[in-house]
Nanobody
Framework: VQLQASGGGLVQAGGSLRLSCKAS????????MGWFRQAPGKEREFVAG????????LYAESVEGRFTVSRVNAESTVYLQVNSLKPEDTAVYYC?????????????????WGQGTQVTVSS
């Protein structure tokens, strides 16, 4: 499956963005999806995930209550609504997919990756 992430940008602290990840090439509904991020000089870390049915979600503790992951299988798209942004949320955000029922927080579980979209939060 090919993944195309978009929606990043420059935003002030406290602001919001909606990231999108459009899938193509295979049956999107067969894939659990994850969002990861990587800040300069840091390892890629898990942010949020959603199972293929759309109601099993998983979040990193650092974003719980601020970020919301969702998907629309008919559109082959997964979304990440990011609210109450902080400067430490600045990173390149990646979407990833794996052929499974449930998402997981381990990046090695995912077979397909998008190209990333930059989110920059100014203080």
């Amino acid at each position: 499956v090919q993944l195309q992430a978009s929606g990043g940008g420059l935003v002030q602290a406290g602001g919001s963005l909606r990231l999108s990840c459009k899938a193509s090439g295979r049956t999107f509904r067969d894939y659990a999806m994850g969002w990861f991020r990587q800040a300069p000089g840091k390892e890629r870390e898990f942010v949020a995930g959603i199972g293929r049915r759309g109601y099993d979600t998983l979040y990193a503790e650092s974003v719980e209550g601020r970020f919301t992951v969702s998907r629309v299988n008919a559109e082959s798209t997964v979304y990440l609504q990011v609210n109450s942004l902080k400067p430490e949320d600045t990173a390149v955000y990646y979407c990833a997919g794996k052929r499974a029922m449930f998402a997981s927080s381990n990046r090695n579980d995912y077979d397909y990756w998008g190209q990333g979209t930059q989110v920059t939060v100014s203080s």
